[in-house]
């Protein structure tokens, strides 16, 4: 063989040897990526109905290892669960308006180890409740506006410092609207200032 056919040859196998290894690497990289793209898992399957169940999701700081969402079962309403990701770990925590109605509601905040919600009972109205994640630890904090009348609290009126809530509430049913602030238990739910923060018409 020449010298001429030998150079052509290993210039035609250095081509398709370079070829070769684009392909070995391009599938290799497609290897690893759908290897590593995350898959979407069920949990569980909290209501069987077409709408689903899913309304809100919510973290906080804990080292309890789990975290807390709204979540609609059809049997107890929109209520507040607790999931730990896996099927046995997801539950309902308390059915504070008992039945099929919901008790709904926000989330305020966390002091730790509760968490600091604002849902619905027709035994209280909308007031502030707290809950551990167990139904034994789910409580009301303070009725401030006893009975049914909610004291027009606003999920979009509050800020945590450290472990204390200030938040903007009409507790006596006028149009004044004043400062609070909770730490979370009943004597720590108190009037910041009588001073009306504005001034809204409320029925």
């Known amino acids: ?15 398709y040897i ?11 990289c497609e ?6 793209a995350p898959v ?3 949990v ?25 969402l709204l979540a609609d079962d059809i049997e107890s309403g929109s209520e507040w669960w607790r999931s730990d990701g896996t099927a046995e770990g997801t539950s309902l925590i308390a059915d504070i308006e008992v039945g099929s109605n919901s008790a709904g509601g926000s989330y305020y905040g966390f002091i730790d180890p509760y968490w600091i919600l604002l849902p619905y ?10 809950t551990d ?23 979009g009126n509050i800020a945590q410092v450290g472990n204390l809530i200030y938040y903007a509430a009409n507790n006596n049913g006028t149009s004044a609207i004043n400062l609070w602030r909770t730490d979370g238990t009943s004597s720590g739910t108190v009037l910041v200032s009588n001073t009306s923060l504005r001034m809204a018409e409320y029925s």
């Not at 009301?140 to 027009?152: A, E, K, N, Q, V």
């Open 40 to 42: 979407p898992q069920l």
């Open 44 to 68: 569980k399957n909290i209501a069987t109905t077409p709408n689903g169940s899913f309304t809100s999701l919510h973290t906080a700081s804990t080292s309890a290892g789990f975290f807390l």
């Open 31 to 36: 290897t690893n990526y759908a290897h590593a």
């Open 121 to 130: 009972s027709s035994i209280y109205g909308q007031e502030l409740w707290r």
């Open 1 to 15: 063989m020449s010298i001429f056919a030998t150079s052509r040859f290993f210039a035609i196998a250095h081509k």
């Open 133 to 155: 994640g167990t139904e034994s630890g789910t409580s009301i904090i303070l009725d401030s506006r006893p009975g049914t009348p909610s004291p027009s609290l606003n999920a």
């Open 18 to 28: 370079l070829i070769l290894l684009i392909l070995v690497a391009f599938f290799a």
